[in-house]
């Protein structure tokens, strides 16, 4: 009698699986959606689980901060969920300088420490304010924000973001990190050339 | 002069094919948004046709009740289209017991006899009522909801979803038909561990 | 010791209701995604369920047939949920025009009868297909098609769609059944002028 | 010379405002995708932050555990920007016992203590694992899934969602604690009555 | 000091690409959301540049009009972006007939001369109106609608699609230029059978 | 027998409206999709069709360019409908400085001069390229990108977005042009003081 009952859900397991989920695989080729989807039969529970956002970031370096992602091309379990995340080191006197996410919205939550946080928006109105353990500030898709650490010590949050891939574009590594011309970020940014000169050379941009 | 013409509409066909639709190749990887579709040229009208839902499920089960699917793994025509079929068969004294469709909502209709269906919504409000031929009943996405035959012949409904893969949980089969151990399930369902092993007796669950 | 629970529980039911659905009120504004949501309070089953399609169409008309639709205007429950239902009667002898949806993907099941249906793609191919009882068809978002009884006695159809307001365009109507003036149909369609005025006379176009 | 550049970039403060968030204004009707939007010139920096999960949920209940949403009905500043955040406090043998969120996917970050966690997919294939401090686990759209203190202490994590208003359905809670018909949670679940009348007395369901 | 920075942002390139752009890679697979992505290793800005629409089109053909798109197919920068081009060259007496385009929304400008279009609702009503140089019009998704030179001398156009594969179907096309039989579409359409023939010998259909 | 035919299309008159298109009452509330919908039958012709793109905008200011738009808050027939347009003028020796939209991609072509255009993507990658008439460019969602004049004569171009309210955020106006603290710009940016001062004298920001 019961074997019917297992024809019926058994023919559900397979039918069912694409809409569940699509864990990346990302050896195949990507479409506009995302990675394309691990074999269900490959899949296991750590496909699900991610350890590489536990240690904090070595914030040695130029900006004292460091930025770890979470995101389909790190840990391919989010890929086609519409969400990823990823953890914000922030050392005292760091920062996290302006950028922006072309493909998504971003929440934070403060766990430690404190942090000035703000974005522009398109109508040029500004938005900041500082955060203290516990708080969330919400900066929507594709503007211009920022994070500085505004404590004495350490600062961790955890950011996540409305798509499994957002992207990131930190608007002085675009401008002063690659082999852009000088002329041409003059002429686009109204900056002085020495000054553009002079962050290329920090940022390791071409001249 | 026509020549031209037909020029310039062939430039379209290969240009519009990819918006029209995409059948599904289940051999090739699928995707976030579904499967990888099967080249034009290999199309035909049997694609988008499905003789699976012409007869009658078989119901001699311990649910007396079948669902016969046409997602887009049994009919592939539907892949990318947003929406799909199945084709429900309740027999006297039958049910379809509690269930979630995790990625669409439904819409019922009754074709012959008469369906008590119903759904729980995330306020804890219950909607339900007894349905009869012609009748339509709506079930807003990833709700748990059932059907009950609620007369005394055989039951016929169809139910439509706004996804080709909406994906199907039965509560009763996600507890005790797999292996989730018992002490799990009484900790988060808080059901009686000797009730949790009779239940996994009958749908197959280990302990 | 339970109150708390159900202070927590409390807050979800406000914060979880404008995600499972929005009962369209239709004396309010519209948007892009649908119209405005009833008030939660005052949603009842009965919004849940429609009796509309219940009753065969009256096919004593020029095509023979009936289209009753359960969209959003006429069944509020599906708004903002992605699909909808509607009812397809043909009598002997009788068609659904040639039409589009702009809005939405259909897909057929035959109840009763017989069908020939049928769709043509951006490539210009020609699917179509005569379907019996419990057969399924799906129509891709936006193509012309056409259902016409294929037997001799009354078909019976429900369609649903992916979309709770698909839109329905039947070509003649757009072309004769308004005041789109003569001139410009023959301009457009090529069509002879003569049988432009002859199809207005039919449908109810103004010359 | 500057004030046409005003002019011109004054043009766009109004078009702009529209694509870049929409703070949800609670008193206005909400729509299938979301609230109505605050009046621009209304919104500040505190609309964008939020406070409500500084303080730990109070978990003197049933559960051992409380959640705390941020979501739109909480957090207007999530409103249309596809995403959202909750605080989740597990005491030492605390439980968030098995629900599902219709709406969403879930990414969940431990920051104190040990969490076991898991899901049921679609093709009753499970996936649990006990998490760390600093692990990250991701939940598909619309699954049954639960979190448990694996550890000796208080654990805390915060879990972000894919929709501003993803929904919570709790299955206990679903099945026991409204006013569905004891028969008729027997016949859809298979549960003993006696179970069910019990679970009913605790979760202050009616009979 | 600086390396750490670029271990950094060297991080954020592989995670960041997905959700940049996906220019379309003809060879391989392509699935519901469009083409598959080429290696971002071998993307040039020649992949996100099209020349193909710097030349009129040749009307020297029946509708004395030409339609040149830049769709997936044609430019595959725009695959996965939301939208294409195309350019409309209508010579004096040209016209694009009736059509519809199942995919995509349309805006069009007026670049040289005068065009008369519109197009037609699923209310029926119509909505046309005279255009000069620089005027703009938008044509809601799948709706039918035409363009007319409505001066004395060549006119242009460029129509931009919300979609990058909006599809294109010719009513007159879809009847009358391939073998769908001369019966069917007397039935589907109530047009004459003459009149059938004659614009299937027009235009290229089998009979 | 006509009459009835009347009856049932006039049903779908008033259920299809809602699908068909939206355009914006700006005095209604708008939602995260858009605006709320003007009444049907208020609808005209005019409200399709937008005149304000016709004449060339004043370049006679600091960047001796103008951008035109016709966003939803412009041209409220766009509203719902997933795409908009603007237009560039572009004198010798003009610039559109560095900007993103963070809500759409961006399509251009080129009907007048020559337009040297590019955009840094999220690998920090570069892709720029002199454009001629004719020519067509696009820039992904929410990348960084510019238009220069590369000619004598003045440039015109059309951009189309695929959304009706893109935004647009111009970086130096962000950084420059409102009350951001300079220290504030210093410490996000590595700008030097005396620079971001002096920006903010020429484009009205204030210290």
Redesign the interface.
Known sequence: ??P??????T????????????VA?LN??????????KK?SKV???D????????A??T????KA??????????P?????????A?LDIAAGG?I??H????????L?V?QGQI?A????????????T??????????????H?Q?NAGKSPALA?V????P???????????F????PTD?IA??????KD?IKK?KG???GKN
Do not use: W
Not at 4 to 9: A, D, E, N
Not at 28 to 37: H, I, Q, V
Not at 118 to 129: L, P, Q, R, V
Not at 135 to 140: A, E, G, S
């Open positions: 009698m019961y019917q009952l297992f024809v019926v859900l023919l559900f397991v397979s039918s069912a699986i694409a809409g569940d989920y699509c695989d195949l080729p990507d479409g506009p959606a995302g990675y394309s989807c269900p296991t529970v750590d699900f689980v991610y350890h590489g956002l536990a240690a970031g070595n040695s370096n130029l900006i460091a930025v770890t992602p979470a995101f389909s091309a790190q840990f379990g989010v890929n086609g969920l519409g969400l990823s995340i953890r920062v300088p302006m922006t996410h072309p493909g998504g919205s971003e929440i939550v766990i000035c703000g974005f522009i928006d398109s109508a040029n109105d500004i938005y900041f304010k955060l203290n353990k516990g708080d969330v500030m919400v900066f929507p898709q594709g503007l211009l920022f500085i955890f996540s973001f409305s798509s891939s957002p992207g990131l574009q930190i608007t002085d590594y675009a401008f990190a690659n082999g852009l041409l002429t686009t940014t109204f900056l002085p000054v962050l920090v940022l390791g």
